[in-house]
């Protein structure tokens, strides 16, 4: 799941938390800054705290790159 998209977003990833905030907001600040942008990362914490199947949490993970990339 390493696109070339989430590899450039992982560079940005620090204006892009504010939008993941938006997305998954049982996720803290932190949290989200130590993913640092990796999608397997914050795949498992969405997974984890929402507890949704890896699939689902994949998914979702994707589509929000998808609509944030620049």
């Given at each position: 799941m390493n696109t070339p998209t989430m590899e450039s977003m992982k560079g940005q990833?620090?204006?892009q938390v504010?939008?993941?905030k938006i997305a998954w907001g049982k996720l803290t600040d932190d949290e989200?800054?130590?993913v640092e942008g990796h999608a397997q990362k914050l795949a498992g914490l969405v997974q984890e705290r929402?507890?949704?199947t890896r699939d689902e949490a994949d998914k979702q993970v994707q589509d929000f790159f998808d609509k944030n990339k620049s």
């Open positions: 990833w620090k204006q504010g939008a993941a989200l800054l130590k929402y507890a949704i």
